[in-house]
C-alpha cells in the first residue's frame, strides 16, 4: 500500500513534472499528468491548463464544460496521462517499477473512485498504476 505522500509523491498527478501529448499533430506540454487530465476533460479549453499545476487545473476544471462521454472515457484517459507521465520522465518510472506490492491511494478527501478513503473504496488510480508497473517491467525485459 502507499499513500501519495511523502518519498510516493511522485505516484500523485498533482506531482510537478513536464508531460507532453500529442493532440491533432501538435505537441503540447503540461506542469502534471493531473493538467493533462483536467484539459482533456474539456478539450475546448484545453490550451487554458498549459500554465497551470495539477491543483489549479483541478479548481479551472469545475468551471468548463466537460465532454459528453466523459464517464466512458476518464479511465483511459487517466491511463494516457500517466503513460505520458511515466514514460517521459525515466527516474518516475524507476521509482514506480521499483514499488512493491499494492499502490493505494488512501485519501482524506472522500474519493472513493480513484482511491480509498476510511477503508471504503474503487482505487482506481492505483490500480491504473499498478497495470502501468507491470507495462513497464515488461518492456524493460
Partial sequence: MASFRGEKY??????PCPVTIKLKGELITFKSSESVFQALRSPDRLKEF??????????HAKSCARRADWFDVSLDVMMYALRCKFTQNP???????????????INEWHDTFWGVCNGIGENHLG??????????????H
Avoid at 511522485?10 to 506531482?15: G, I
Wanted: glycine share 4%.
Fill in 10 to 15: 511522485y505516484l500523485s498527478n498533482m506531482y
Fill in 50 to 59: 498549459i500554465p497551470l499545476n495539477g491543483f489549479e487545473a483541478k479548481k
Fill in 91 to 105: 527516474d518516475l518510472a524507476a521509482k514506480l517499477m521499483a514499488l512493491e506490492g499494492d499502490i493505494v491511494e
Fill in 127 to 140: 490500480k491504473l498504476l499498478m497495470q502501468l508497473r507491470d507495462e513497464l517491467r515488461a518492456a524493460a
